[in-house]
């Protein structure tokens, strides 16, 4: 239960922290001082996270972490689904927070919803959308791949490897989807956009799902395939 709830917490925080960056200061590629902010905000979001509850949980706060974690054989189904739950009810929790905050403070959502992820950098395009989402997942997913490895040790800088790496697909995803790469980080703002009466987001909202679902899983299947000594 420990795990669960770290995990929780560790997506709340994520969702908190980098979503409310995003709503605080925007994310348009012209602007870029709120553009970088953003990216850093989520990739340092996991550096904290990973040295926090990371020892408790493994810090996956993903669902398509957990996803490549189910694969690789290092978590059971059972407990992929309690992750995946705890993970969305965090995002939308994080969500809930930044919508209160905002609101009662008077501040004005600069994404006019909650960080939630979207098709306009891509002309509406759900291919295109599709594509930046599973390619910017494998690249992430890949770096956690090897950051665990049991085969290759990179001590204590495993955290601030992986949050590097999320603040490296945030610089080219922003720009064209909002950068999910993690299904968890985008339901929560969708789901209380739309209680909001934003119904935008929930629309693509598949889109950010089924995209880092695919990457994830791509990414752990050519990691193992890359692991295995040749005989």
């Known amino acids: 239960m420990k795990k669960y709830i770290a995990e929780l917490i560790g997506t709340c925080v994520l969702v908190t922290v980098g979503c409310g960056t995003a709503m605080l200061v925007g994310c348009d590629a012209k602007d870029g001082c709120g553009y970088l902010l953003t990216a850093l905000a989520f990739g340092l979001t996991i550096v904290a996270m990973a040295y926090s509850v990371g020892n408790i949980s493994g ?3 993903n669902p398509a972490v957990s996803l490549a974690f189910l694969i690789r054989g290092d978590l059971k189904k059972n407990e992929f689904a309690g992750y995946v739950i705890s993970q969305c009810i965090g995002a939308f929790l994080g969500a809930i927070l930044l919508l209160l905050i905002f609101n009662l403070g008077g501040v004005e959502d600069q994404t006019g919803g909650l960080g939630s992820n979207g098709l306009a950098g891509v002309n509406g395009n759900v291919i295109a959308g599709l594509l930046v989402e599973i ?4 690249i992430f997913v890949m770096a956690i791949m090897g950051v665990t490895s049991a085969e290759f040790s990179h001590g204590s800088f495993g955290g601030l490897v992986i949050g590097l790496s999320l603040v490296l697909v945030h ?19 969708a789901l209380v956009a739309l209680f909001n009466g934003n119904t935008a987001p929930i629309i693509s909202l598949w889109v950010f799902i089924v995209g880092p679902l695919i990457g994830g899983a791509l990414a752990a299947i050519c990691y193992k395939f890359l692991e295995q000594k040749e005989a």
């Open 135 to 138: 390619v910017l997942t494998f």
């Open 171 to 189: 610089i080219l995803g922003i720009g064209l989807t909002g950068t999910s790469v993690n299904p968890a980080r985008s339901f929560g703002p």
């Open 59 to 61: 810090c996956h706060i």
